[in-house]
């Protein structure tokens, strides 16, 4: 697995502390005990042939598999307190998992929780490595391995610099911003996906820039860099200020949900149950009371 990770004998060698030709050998040994060549020279690295691919996800599940079930042991035994590691994209980690993650440990004060932010591709990565526990997205994966829940609505909104013409409250048609500069978050984020498709199916070919945060897409915007969708949820305070504005789009973006997400793999823990039905149950009620 840290072959694959890092492409290299060497890289593996320092992320795991031990000698290369150690890995060599374990990874030789593998490869005999599954009965196929796993890993396959890719210039000066390696990467995984189509049997390493293939088997690498099962790897991944019996490392994390072992670990996670270490923490149920000690839990058992009463040897260490409960733990809950969730991950979330950052939109959802700026906005309201910080909220939920209060108002549960709130209810259940001997679970420890933690959290990782990161971009949707590396979240997933997170939950099928069993690196999370739990994680916070929006669109899921289609990957039988990953059990995701839809619990609340993920508004989409194109934000631009307070003033600026087109955000006059009326709506407007996907041409009418073919001369705007298109914001866009890096490689592997989901709100960058959502960008991407609307300006495919809208046909609009604009200049883009591409910004490495959610924070830096709010402050370009503002400053009359471009506009982008982004999730209604990680800019509410903002445009309640003023701070920036909105451009409402007919056609916009097709709906979007958030989901709370784990892994199929490997038997259930209490904890984690109780954090996934929280959380929709949360989500349920904030939605009776708005509706009532």
């Known amino acids: 697995l840290a072959v694959v990770r890092t492409g290299s004998v060497t890289g593996a060698a320092d992320e795991l502390i031990v000698t ?37 996800p099962f790897a991944a599940d019996v490392i994390g598999l072992l670990e996670k079930g270490r923490r149920a042991a000690q839990e058992a035994a ?20 910080p909220g939920l993650m209060r108002e549960f440990s709130t209810l259940h004060d001997d679970v420890s929780l933690t959290l990782s932010v990161a ?29 995701a829940h839809a619990f609340a609505p993920n508004a989409m909104v194109l934000i631009t610099a307070p003033g600026d013409p087109l955000a006059d409250g009326s709506p407007v048609a996907p041409s009418a911003l073919a001369d705007c500069r298109w914001l866009l978050r890096e490689t592997g984020s989901g709100t960058r996906v959502a960008n991407e498709q609307f300006l495919l199916t809208s046909g609009l070919d604009v200049p883009t820039l591409t910004v490495g945060s959610n924070g830096a897409i709010k402050q370009a915007a503002r400053a009359g860099l471009g506009v982008s969708f982004v999730s209604r949820d990680a800019v509410a305070a903002e445009l309640d200020a003023g701070l920036l504005a909105a451009i409402p789009v007919d056609p916009g973006p ?11 793999v490997g038997p259930p823990r209490a904890v984690l149950e109780d954090f996934v039905a929280f959380v929709r149950e949360t989500a349920a009620a ?7």
Do not use: C, K, Y
């Open 119 to 147: 971009n949707r591709v590396r979240v997933l990565d997170m939950v099928l490595e069993h690196e999370a526990d739990v994680a916070f997205g929006g669109r899921p994966p289609r990957d039988d391995r990953i059990e």
């Open 20 to 56: 290369q030709p150690s890995v060599s050998a374990a990874v030789t040994a593998l490869a005999r005990e599954v009965g196929t060549t796993l890993l396959e020279r890719d210039g000066r690295g390696v990467r995984p042939t189509p049997a390493g691919a293939a088997f690498a």
């Open 286 to 292: 904030r939605a009776a009371g708005r509706s009532g």
């Open 254 to 264: 097709p709906p979007r949900q958030w989901h709370v997400m784990r892994s199929r």
């Open 78 to 97: 009463a040897h260490g307190a409960r733990v809950l590691r969730i991950a979330a994209v950052t939109t959802a980690a700026e906005s309201f998992v």
